[in-house]
């Protein structure tokens, strides 16, 4: 850059001064670069600066001509710096875009936004449903003990009922040689739990996985959810639980559902049933319902009173306190509220599915 002139303003030293500014400015690439510049023709003792700090010297009329030239040089060279400025900025972008792995033009990644599990979504309709007939909620442990999944509900060892539920065992010893802890096959175990620490009246459902050591289909899984239902209190009969579970089936699968009571076998309750309602895929037409096979009836829990000897075994006096209990499974719910056809499909973690619900 040249230094500062100390020659008299004039019209051909303004034009110079500009030509040469201008020119050296298109060969300037970077912010730096512009700053010294800036500094050298337009800063405090710039070159423009100095030579209109010059202007004193002249003579009026020469002073009024050459003033103007140089005001109108300063505002060449002004806007001549923004625009190289904003030359350097377009080619600023345009090696980003083409050299750095950083694509500013690229929309945004969106962040995934989940959902609820469809059984979690079940589950928490059925309880929903519970609660709103005045049951509250509990949960209780996966990993139980032999005494609260069978012997408390009246199922000793070495009784053939025990093969109702394919037990995975855990792998813990007592001293006596026995293994007596489990991955709970029911929610049943939170029968006693319940009856033990608290007194009647009891209402609670109890939602919660379970296990089994079985071989799986698109009707068996080896864990799946259940949700369990006692009331027990004094004056509880057959008719609680049938009016109970029938509101229960209205509210989840509609207004005009019938309901089906069957005898059914489970150690822990007597009379025990198996509930079945009335298909609504095709209101009991039949003619290849994939639904309800044509039956026209759908199972969908196993309940009962609540056996005297588990009343008993927890120390409630059956002659005072009787109760009902029911067992079902969400899934198979969801199944026939969705038409799903596989329950290996909910914990299969495949989001084409999941995402439906
Ligand atoms: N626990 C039973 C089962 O897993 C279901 C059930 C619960 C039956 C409560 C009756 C009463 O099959």
């Known amino acids: 850059m040249t230094q500062p002139t100390s020659e008299p303003p004039s019209s051909q030293t303004i034009e110079r001064l500009t030509r040469e500014a201008v020119d050296e400015l298109s060969k300037l690439g970077t912010y730096e670069e512009l700053e010294t510049w800036r500094v050298a023709y337009l800063g405090r003792r710039g070159r423009l600066t100095l030579l209109l700090r010059g202007l004193s010297g002249l003579d009026i009329d020469e002073r009024r ?4 030239l140089a005001n109108e040089a300063k505002g060449t060279l002004e806007q001549n710096l923004e625009r190289r400025s904003a030359e350097i900025d377009g080619a600023e972008l345009a090696t980003s875009a083409s050299q750095d792995k950083l694509d500013v033009t690229l929309p ?42 069978f012997e408390m509900l009246n199922i000793p060892r070495g009784h053939p009922a025990r093969d109702m ?15 007596p802890m489990l991955l709970r096959t029911h929610t049943s175990p939170m029968q006693a739990r319940v009856m033990e620490s608290s007194r009647p009246p009891i209402r609670v459902v109890v939602p919660g996985k379970c296990y089994r050591y079985e071989a799986t289909d698109a009707t068996h899984e080896w864990h799946f959810y ?6 027990v209190d004094e004056g509880i009969t057959f008719a609680d639980l049938k009016g109970t579970l029938y509101e229960f089936a209205r509210r989840l699968f509609g207004e005009d559902r019938k309901v ?15 509930m079945s309602i009335d298909c609504f895929a095709c209101e009991g037409e039949g003619d290849g319902c994939r639904i309800c096979r044509d039956s026209g009836w759908i199972e969908i829990m196993g309940a009962g009173m609540v056996h005297p000897k588990v009343l008993a075994g927890v120390g409630y006096d059956p002659e005072k306190y ?4 029911f067992g079902l499974g969400p899934e198979r719910i969801a199944m026939l509220k969705y038409g799903i056809e596989d329950i290996r499909l909910f ?11």
């Open 65 to 68: 001509l050459v003033g103007s």
């Open 108 to 149: 945004g990644r969106t962040t995934p936004v989940g959902r609820l599990h469809p059984t979690t979504q079940i589950v928490r309709e059925i309880c929903g449903v519970f609660s709103d007939l005045g049951f509250s909620v509990v949960e209780g442990p996966e990993v139980e003990w032999d005494h609260y999944n």
């Open 165 to 179: 539920w394919n037990t995975l065992w855990v792998d813990y010893q007592n001293e006596a040689g026995e293994q």
């Open 226 to 231: 259940q949700v369990e239902g006692l009331a």
């Open 260 to 274: 089906r009571f069957r005898c059914d076998y489970f150690p822990f309750v007597e009379p025990g049933v198996d």
């Open 322 to 325: 009787t109760g009902f209990a």
């Open 347 to 357: 914990y299969a973690n495949d989001l084409r599915f999941l995402r439906q619900f």
